[in-house]
């Protein structure tokens, strides 16, 4: 499935539409999304770092979706990079 | 919740509005209230800072500042009125960044509240800042991770070294 991924914080610097689009298998876990957005990153993104990736939660709009957990039937998903809100 | 007031403010219609805070907040059954007010300061880190921007995720931020508002009653345990609101957009030096009031019966747990609701924001909701300099320069502020593993890592981390926050916000 056609999965898009919203972005914010610095990683908008990944693509200036404010989202990424990756084809993922149906019913795949946040831990491969991860793994598939590394790859991403590193093939499109290179002023990106791995480790951001790897630092950064998957969410929905209701919810933080945590690496076990499979990504939603709707196909849209953010990845959210470490916060620092106030 | 009608006690529970949470908002995202585009600084590109208006300002963060601390009396409507009180206004809110404000209850003949209640004698403390507690603000937090957060302002852009000018300097950073040695560095001398023009404005910021934030970024949010809307629906979720709105969705933590309601849960943050839900656990601020569990800790009062008893009535409360809450109101939390944070700006997005860009913010000269000055302007608020978000404003926390809480009220209660009386002070203790209105102090205990309002500092449970801004730790919270700055620790869990998502909300970006992108810090601009004077020379022309800008950069996202390191922040916490939500990620389960690096959270977990981070505040063990921050157990051993004796940082509440294993950082610098």
């Not at chain 1, 590394?38 to 933080?64: D, G, K, W």
């Not at chain 1, 499979?70 to 990079?81: C, E, H, K």
């Not at chain 2, 747990?109 to 620790?123: D, M, N, P, S």
């Amino acid at each position: 499935m056609m999965l898009r991924i919203t972005l914010f914080g610095a990683l908008r610097d990944a693509d200036a539409r404010g989202f990424i689009e990756l084809d993922v298998p149906d019913h795949s876990t946040v831990a491969q999304v991860r793994e598939a957005m590394q790859h991403y990153v590193r093939e499109h993104a290179l002023t990106i770092s791995p480790n951001l990736i790897q630092r950064s939660a998957f969410a929905s709009e209701e919810e933080i979706l945590h690496n076990h957990r499979q990504i939603p039937g709707n196909g849209v998903l953010a990845i959210l990079p470490p916060v620092s809100g106030g | 919740m009608a006690d529970i007031y949470t908002a995202v403010v585009d600084i590109a219609h208006a300002p963060l509005d601390v009396s409507a805070a009180l206004d809110f907040v404000s209850d003949p059954r209640f004698g403390g209230i507690a603000t937090f007010i957060g302002r852009v300061r000018q300097h950073n880190l040695g560095r001398t800072v023009t404005g910021v921007s934030y970024d949010l995720f809307e629906p979720l931020a709105v969705r933590t500042f309601q849960a943050i508002g839900e656990r601020a009653r569990q800790e009062v345990g008893g009535p409360m009125k809450l109101y939390i609101a944070h700006a997005k957009g860009h913010l000269q030096i000055g302007d608020l960044a978000v404003v926390i009031a809480a009220a209660t019966p009386h002070r203790d747990e209105a102090f205990r509240a309002c500092r449970l609701a801004i730790e919270a924001v700055k620790h869990e909701a998502p909300i970006w800042k992108q810090e601009h300099y004077v020379d022309g320069d800008s950069a996202w502020s390191e922040g916490c991770s939500l990620c389960e593993e690096h959270r977990d890592a981070e505040l063990a981390a921050a157990k051993q070294g004796g940082n509440k926050h294993g950082h610098g916000h």
